[in-house]
Structure formats: C-alpha cells, structure tokens
C-alpha cells in the first residue's frame, strides 16, 4: 500500500507524542523503517498511523521498538573487549582507583552493561563494581532488567563466564516465566539463559535519552557507547560527543563502536587510543 509521505508532519507528531525527535536520526534509514512498518501494518498514510499511535497503546510500543533497533549481544566485537581487559581496565584502576564510575549509554537488552561488569570482575571485587546503565526505550529497559538471553546473544562470553554466571531455563519453567505479563517475547523460545543476580545487583538501569542534555550525569571514568551513534545525523553525533566529553572525568576514557570515530576528536579535547578508545584530555 502507497504511503503519504510528509516524513515532517510525521516527525512533529511523533516528538509531541513521545519527546522522540526524530531530525537527529539519519533521515533516509528511520524513513525507510518507518515506512516499512507502516506499509506491514496496511496503513494507508502517516495521519491514519498517528490516530492508530494515540489510541493504541500496543502500537506506541511497536513503533517505539521498531525505530530504536534493539540488536545487541555480549561482549560484542570480542578484540575490543580484550583491548579493554588488558589495557584500558588496568589503566583506569591505576589513574582512579577500583571505585569506578562507568556508564553504560544505550545499553539496550543488558548484554553491554553486564559484560561490563564480568569484565571488571577480572580485576576489582564484584562488590565495588557499579555500573550505570541507561536507554531510551523502558520497554528494552525492562528485558534488560529481566536478564533472559538466547544461546546466540551468549556465543562470545569467555567460557569461565558463561559457566558460572548463567543457567539454563526451559521447559515448564520457561513456559511459565513466558505466561507472564511483558514476557510474550519468550513464547517461542525453547531454551532461555538466565544472568544470574551477581551480576545484575551491580547493574542500575534508568531510561534515558542522549539527545536530552539534563540526562547526561557527571564525573564518569568510562563511558561506553556502542551502535546507536551511527542512527544520528552528523550534528546530533557531535552534540553527544561533546556532552560525553563533560561527562567524563579528565583521562576518562570513551569506548565507542567501531564504526562511529570521532571526526573532530582534537577540537573536541580527546585523545585517540585507537579507532574505539578516546580519552579525554582536559
Ligand atoms: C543497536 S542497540 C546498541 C546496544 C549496545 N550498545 C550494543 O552495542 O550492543 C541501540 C540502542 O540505542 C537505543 N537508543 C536509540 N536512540 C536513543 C536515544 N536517543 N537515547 C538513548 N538510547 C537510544 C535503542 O533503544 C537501542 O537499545
């Protein structure tokens, strides 16, 4: 089915109805996703789809969970994980101490944050590591905080880890956590693995938006911000930068994806570690 596409009518609905602005996101790409739900769903034109978002709860959700692109999974790019472990940890502990303050930004279903915490367990005791974690979308938030996992999310995790820190679930265990109200996700699933609650009592999640200056927090050591960046326009990604330079304590470190340099990272005062790590330099 044709779609009407005054893509602006539909950004000014949608911020009034969310707060979500969607002129910082790279425009042909959210168009085109956009648009492909909308086409799925057999809606005629953008009017008709804000109508359906206004009165249907269930559809306010999709839309929100089709345009923040979820995918995630542990120890993503494992190389940059090691770089971390053997060069970015210990330098951090050296330069602040093991009460570290890092920030996890964007971390959709949990798999960065909680990797973030069994790679610090490597060096500093599980009861000193916090990790601050942070997402637009609540409905993420609260898979993350649920800490139920396939197979394939888990395929990187060190092997020590995997064995000590999940369980699996299946079964009528699993068939019963999938009756459960939020949990319809899980209704095809045959095997599932939990996180265990070592873990995840290290972990604070809170929905946040990196497009909204008052959410960026202070004084921060790490902050890790992987595979959204590359969503926003140039703009908005120099925007965030720079409040992630604010963040940051001086030598504080960002770890971000490895498709997503800083361009202008000098004038910008950070340093380059490689193509992932930068620090901060005043
Ligand atoms: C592809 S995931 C990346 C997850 C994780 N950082 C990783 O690298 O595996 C992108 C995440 O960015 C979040 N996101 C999109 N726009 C955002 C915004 N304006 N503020 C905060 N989070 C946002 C999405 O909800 C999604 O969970």
Not at 6 to 23: A, R, S
Not at 144 to 150: C, D, L, P, S, T
Request: hydrophobic residues 40%; contains cysteine; aromatic residues 12%.
């Amino acid at each position: 089915m044709a779609v009407v596409k005054d893509y602006k009518f539909l950004k000014d609905k949608i911020l009034g109805l969310t707060g979500v602005d969607l002129n910082s996101y790279k425009e042909a790409q959210m168009k085109r996703r956009i648009d492909q739900l909308i086409d799925k769903k057999g809606i005629a034109d953008y009017p008709a789809y804000i109508e359906l978002l206004k009165k249907d709860k269930a559809a306010m959700e999709e839309f929100l969970n089709h345009f923040t692109i979820n995918v995630s999974n542990f120890y993503r790019n494992p190389e940059q994980w090691q770089f971390m472990d053997k060069e970015v940890i210990p330098e951090l502990i050296g330069r602040f101490g093991k009460s570290l303050k890092i920030w996890s930004a964007a971390c959709s279903t949990g798999d960065e944050p909680y990797s973030l915490v069994m790679a610090l367990s490597r060096h500093i005791p599980m009861n000193l590591i916090r990790i601050y974690a942070t997402d637009i979308d609540k409905t993420i938030l609260f898979k993350a905080k649920r800490g139920i996992y396939v197979e394939k999310s888990l395929e990187d995790i060190p092997k020590d880890f995997r064995a000590k820190y999940f369980t699996k679930i299946e079964g009528k265990e699993l068939e019963a956590i999938a009756k459960e109200k939020g949990n319809e996700d899980l209704r095809t699933l045959r095997v599932g693995y939990r996180i265990s609650d070592e873990i995840k009592s290290r972990v604070t999640f809170k929905q946040a938006n990196l497009l909204e200056p008052r959410d960026y927090p202070k004084d921060y050591n790490m902050i890790v911000c992987r595979n959204v960046l590359i969503y926003f326009t140039e703009d908005a990604k120099d925007a965030v930068f720079r409040r992630f330079h604010d963040s940051l304590v001086k030598e504080g470190v960002l770890f971000i994806g490895s498709t997503e340099q800083i361009t202008g990272y000098k004038d910008m005062n950070f340093t380059r570690k490689n193509s992932f790590f930068y620090e901060r330099v005043d």
